[in-house]
């Protein structure tokens, strides 16, 4: 089992800044794939970022040059910078890993390919 805390959300304005950060414990692997989800208000949930088992990381078309995915491996926590936020980025965030995987697209994987999820962290941009 692993348990996936997600914190770091608030609530911003546009162009601003925030990092969401995922906490694991449990049985972790270094070498998980590991993602960061959303979803806004009657909409599905999409995937954003996601690390791969090697490191490479991927990203959805939407965020692009504003999010960054990174992993510190050593303190099993999983980071996502936003920056440039926009009111379109208003979601409840979740972290998700799966130790099974070795390598998904942020903008094209099925969510329920993963088997560990986090409770999930609101973010909200707004003027």
């Known amino acids: 089992q692993m348990q996936l805390v997600e914190s770091g959300g608030g609530s911003v304005q546009p162009g601003e800044s925030l990092k969401l950060s995922c906490a694991a414990s449990g049985y972790t692997s270094s070498s998980s794939v590991m993602a960061w989800f959303r979803q806004g208000p009657g909409n599905n949930r999409e995937g954003v970022a996601a690390?791969?088992?090697?490191?490479?990381?991927s990203y959805a078309d939407s965020v692009k040059g504003r999010f960054t995915i990174s992993r510190d491996r050593a303190q099993n926590i999983l980071y996502l910078q936003m920056n440039s936020l926009k009111p379109e980025d208003t979601a409840m965030y979740y972290c998700?890993?799966?130790?099974?995987?070795?390598?998904?697209?942020?903008?094209?994987?099925?969510?329920?390919?993963?088997?560990?999820w986090g409770q999930g962290t609101q973010v909200t941009v707004s003027s």
């Open positions: 998700a890993a799966d130790p099974t995987l070795l390598t998904v697209v942020a903008g094209r994987v099925d969510p329920s390919v993963f088997v560990y």
């Open positions: 690390i791969n088992a090697d490191g490479s990381p």
